[in-house]
């Protein structure tokens, strides 16, 4: 094994590489919420930042986990729940849903239920941020303002064909070498000890050795589906094509956004990676003339991994606003 694994024992190297005073480990905790319904009960884990009652919900993208905000959560300093989505990070994996914003936003409803019913603010990035829509739509009360980071109903299928290609990618990698050089491939504009950070984070090691992201530890069990069999059912089409498609389009939410009663905030990046164009954001405009857009400059779909103080500004104004 590369190294010894503390899930919070990495928070120090957060503060040091994005210069934020660190006076010593945050106070963070690991819980767990039962959920409900379509495909039986699956338990949904997340992290606690803070003693008080949370004031944020950040909810990550798709291939990601809780940990992606750390950096964010650290410059916050406000009491939060991040959620790890199902079949994602320490969360139970969901039949035949590699990609279901609508399941999963009634899952998430339940851990923001359980966890933080008086939320200021949920935050959801790509896979998460439609989560949150679907969350938005299906318990307006538990979503009093939604920031959308980098996601739009409608996402460019070849902006977004990258990020599917790295998602499918091997089934297992021989080291944590090997699948950390991967990892550095598909994100030259992030820093290496960041990414080694987050490979920790969402990978772990099968006692033969081998090691396979968190999501991908799911993908022997009998009924649950992966990207893999969605790309092998639709034999000789391209994987990212697939995956991409999978995501994208949810016609549908554009009406959700447009009846959702609380502001919206969408934050994107301008840099290589974002998945969405003007198009989505002048129909969002349309739909929602009282959006609030920003634009990140150096930051691409990652927004939270690229340029995650100027993120935290953003939610900070906007929990507040």
Known sequence: ???????????????????????????????????????????????????STPELVLVHGGGQNAHTWDTVALALGRSLVAVDLPGHGHSGPLPDTPFAPTEFGARVAQVVSTLAPSARVVVGMSLGGLTSIALAAQAPHLVRRLALVDVLPTIDPQKAAPI????????????????????????????????????????????????????????????????????????????????????SPYDAFWDDLGEYPGPIMLVRGLANGTIIDDS??????????????????????????????????????????
């Open 164 to 247: 599917a290609e790295f998602i499918n990618g091997p089934e297992s990698f021989a080291s944590f070498d090997e699948i950390l050089e991967r990892t550095i491939l598909f994100n030259p504009t992030r820093s290496e000890a960041s990414l080694r950070r987050g490979v920790l984070h969402n990978s772990v090691e099968r006692e033969d050795g081998t090691w396979v992201w968190r999501h991908q530890q799911h993908w022997d069990i009998p009924g649950v589906s992966t990207t893999r069999e969605m790309v092998e059912a639709r034999d000789g089409e391209n994987a990212a094509d697939v995956v991409a498609e999978s995501m």
């Open 1 to 51: 094994m590369a190294t010894a694994y503390d899930e919070f024992g990495l928070f120090h190297e957060n503060a040091a590489e994005w210069g934020l005073a660190y006076a010593g480990p945050p106070t963070v905790r690991r819980e767990e919420v039962a959920t409900s319904g379509e495909g039986g009960d699956v338990r949904l884990s997340a992290l606690v930042w803070g003693t």
């Open 280 to 321: 989505a954001v002048a129909e969002l405009l349309h739909r929602r003339p009282d959006a609030r857009v920003e634009a990140v400059e150096g930051a691409g779909h990652s927004v939270q991994g690229d340029r995650p103080l100027e993120l935290a500004a953003l939610l900070d104004d906007f929990a507040d606003a």
